[in-house]
C-alpha cells in the first residue's frame, strides 16, 4: 500500500484559560496539591497542544498541504485568530458538496445525519454494521433530550452507583439525584445501528466498507479519492475493491483510525479496556436492576478503575489500563473476585477488548479532513467517558461543514472545519483537565484511592459530580463548601499518606 500520509504546515499553539479560572476552587486545590508532591512539567500542567487552531494563510486555506521543510518553525502565540468565511469559497457546480464520514459509531453517525439534513451529499462508511464495541455504555441524561434518543434504546436508568475502595469499603452514590435524573446505560450495537438508521432516514448513503486509504487531491477544489472494500449481497464475504470522490472527509474510525494515519495526527497514549459480558440469575440482576459498580485498587487496575454495569438482561464487568496493557487479564479476573457475590452464577456470553485513546492526538485536521470521536482522541481521564463526546463531536464537526459550505452549496475549506476545532476547545478543556487532574491525584496509589472513596461519600462532592457529568458543564463551586471541602481532603489526603508510609514499612 502506497504511503499517503503527507508533512503538514507547523503548528501554533493558542491561548487558554488558567486552570483556577476554568474549575472550582476545589479542584484548583486537588492540582495544587499534586504540584506540592509531583513539581510540575509542561507534561502535566497542561494538555498536549491542540492542533488545527492556527492562524489562517492562502497556503492552506487554498486546500493544498505545504511540506514543512518549505515554511518557518513555528512559535507560540497567543494572539487572536482570523478565520476566512466560507461565503468566499466557490460554488460547487451543478451539485451539493460530498462529505465521506469513515466509521459509523456515535461520531459517524450524528455527523452524517447533520450532514444530510443540511443538505449535503452524505456516505457513511463502516464495516461492522452489527459491531459490539466493549463499552460500558453510560451516557449522561443531556444526551438523551440533546441528540433525541428513544428510551427504548436504554437498557437502564442508573440512579445508585457504588464507589468501592481497595480496602472493599463500599459508598454510595447517587443521593443527590432529583426525581427525573439518571444515568443511561446502552449497549454500542443498539445505539449506533439506531444512529446510523437515522442519517439513512435523513438521505445519507450507508455502506457496508472497509476503508482502505484515499488519495489527496491534486488542486485547492479537487476531490479526495477514497478506496474501500465494498460488501454487498452479491460479493459476500469477500467484497470487490471500490473508489469514492468526495469534496471533505470525518474521520470517525475510532481509536486505530486509518483516516488520521493519512493526515499524519500522530500517536497518544491509550488504554486497552476489557469487557465480560455476564448473564447472572434473575434474583442478582434484580440488584442491578438501578446500580452500577466502580471498584478502585491497584489489584484491578493500575491506573483506571473496574466496573459493573447492568445492560437489558446482563451485566458488563470490566477494566482497564494505560500503564500495564499485558496483565489485562489478571486485572478482569481482580474485577470480578471483587465482585464474585453477586455475580456468583454467571455464565460470560461475550468477550470484549479494544483500544480507548487517553488523550486529544497531535493533530487533528489539515485540508479538508477533520477527526473527530475516539479518532481524535475524545475520551476523558479519571471516568473514561467518550459516547457523548463523540456524538458531541461528530454534530460539531458536521455543522461547521454545513455553514461552512451554505447547506451544501459551496466548497469548505481548513478554515471552516477549524470553527470546529475552536468551538470544541473552548467548551470542553476545561472538563478534560479536571478529570486529567483527578486522575493523577487519586488514581496514583491504593492510599490516595481509599481518601477519594472517602470523599464521594459527601454530598456536596456528589452533587458537584453528578451535575457536571449529566449536564456536561464544569460547575463552579460554593466557595464556604469547597472550603469545608479543602479541608476534609487534606485531611483524607494526610491520612492517606500517612497508610502508604506504614505499608511501605511493612513492606520493607
Known amino acids: 500500500m502506497t504511503n499517503l500520509n503527507p508533512q503538514f504546515l507547523p503548528i501554533q499553539r493558542f491561548s487558554t484559560p488558567s486552570i483556577s479560572q476554568t474549575i472550582s476552587p476545589i479542584l484548583y486545590l486537588f492540582y495544587l496539591l499534586h504540584s506540592c508532591s509531583h513539581p510540575p512539567t509542561m507534561a502535566s500542567i497542561s494538555l498536549k497542544t491542540f492542533v488545527g487552531l492556527r492562524q489562517s494563510s492562502d497556503a492552506y486555506s487554498s486546500g493544498y498541504v505545504l511540506p514543512v521543510s518549505n515554511l518557518p518553525a513555528a512559535q507560540p502565540t497567543s494572539r487572536g485568530l482570523r478565520i476566512v468565511a466560507g461565503k468566499f469559497s466557490p460554488k460547487v457546480p451543478g451539485r451539493n458538496l460530498r462529505v465521506a464520514v469513515v466509521g459509523g459509531g456515535p461520531a459517524g453517525g450524528s455527523a452524517a445525519e447533520t450532514l444530510a439534513k443540511g443538505g449535503v451529499e452524505t456516505f ?111 460479493t459476500g464475504g469477500v467484497g470487490d475493491r471500490r473508489t ?103 455464565k460470560i456470553i461475550r468477550v470484549e477488548a479494544h483500544p480507548i485513546p487517553e488523550h486529544p492526538r497531535p493533530r487533528r485536521l489539515a485540508g479538508r479532513v477533520a477527526l473527530v470521536g475516539d479518532a481524535a482522541g475524545y475520551v476523558t481521564k479519571c471516568s473514561g467517558e467518550g459516547i457523548y463526546f463523540a456524538a458531541k463531536s461528530g454534530r460539531m464537526c458536521a455543522e461547521a461543514i454545513v455553514e461552512g459550505s451554505e447547506n451544501g452549496k459551496r466548497m469548505v475549506d481548513e478554515g471552516d472545519l477549524r470553527k470546529y476545532l475552536e468551538k470544541w476547545d473552548k467548551t470542553y478543556w476545561p472538563t478534560y483537565k479536571v478529570l486529567d487532574v483527578l486522575q493523577k491525584v487519586f488514581y496514583r496509589s491504593n492510599p490516595a484511592r481509599e481518601a477519594f472513596v472517602e470523599m464521594c461519600a459527601d454530598e456536596y462532592v456528589q452533587k458537584m459530580t453528578f451535575d457536571s457529568y449529566l449536564y456536561k458543564k464544569v460547575v463552579p463551586g460554593n466557595p464556604l463548601e469547597d472550603l469545608k471541602l479543602a479541608v476534609n481532603t487534606i485531611g483524607s489526603l494526610v491520612r492517606a499518606n500517612a497508610l502508604r508510609r506504614e505499608m511501605d514499612k511493612i513492606t520493607l
Not at 434473575?282 to 466502580?294: G, S, W
Not at 483506571?304 to 446482563?314: I, L, R
Request: glycine share 8%; hydrophobic share 40%.
Open 124 to 234: 457513511l462508511i463502516e464495516r461492522k454494521l452489527d459491531n459490539c464495541k466493549p463499552c460500558g455504555g453510560a451516557i449522561p441524561l443531556c444526551m438523551v433530550g440533546e441528540f433525541d434518543l428513544p428510551l427504548d434504546i436504554i437498557d437502564r436508568r442508573v440512579t445508585k452507583m457504588k464507589m468501592i475502595s481497595p480496602s472493599n469499603v463500599a459508598v454510595d452514590i447517587g443521593q443527590t439525584l432529583k426525581p427525573h435524573e439518571y444515568i443511561g446505560m446502552v449497549r454500542r450495537e443498539v445505539l449506533d445501528a439506531y444512529l446510523r438508521e437515522r442519517a439513512a432516514a435523513s438521505g445519507a448513503s450507508v455502506i457496508n466498507g472497509l476503508f482502505l486509504k484515499m488519495d489527496a487531491p491534486n488542486g485547492p477544489t479537487a476531490p479526495y479519492v477514497l478506496h474501500y472494500t465494498g460488501y454487498d449481497s452479491k
Open 244 to 346: 469514492l470522490e468526495v469534496d471533505a472527509v470525518i474521520g470517525a474510525d475510532g481509536a486505530n483510525s486509518r483516516v488520521a494515519k493519512f493526515i499524519g495526527a500522530g500517536d497518544y497514549d491509550y488504554a486497552i479496556a476489557f469487557q465480560e459480558r455476564i448473564k447472572i440469575p434473575d434474583d442478582k440482576m434484580t440488584y442491578y436492576e438501578n446500580l452500577a459498580e466502580m471498584y478502585v485498587g491497584d489489584d484491578v487496575s493500575p491506573d483506571f478503575y473496574g466496573w459493573v454495569f447492568p445492560k437489558c438482561d446482563h451485566v458488563a464487568v470490566g477494566t482497564g489500563t494505560v500503564t500495564h496493557k499485558s496483565d489485562i487479564k489478571k486485572f478482569q479476573l481482580a474485577t470480578r473476585l471483587r465482585a464474585k457475590d453477586k455475580i456468583l452464577g454467571g
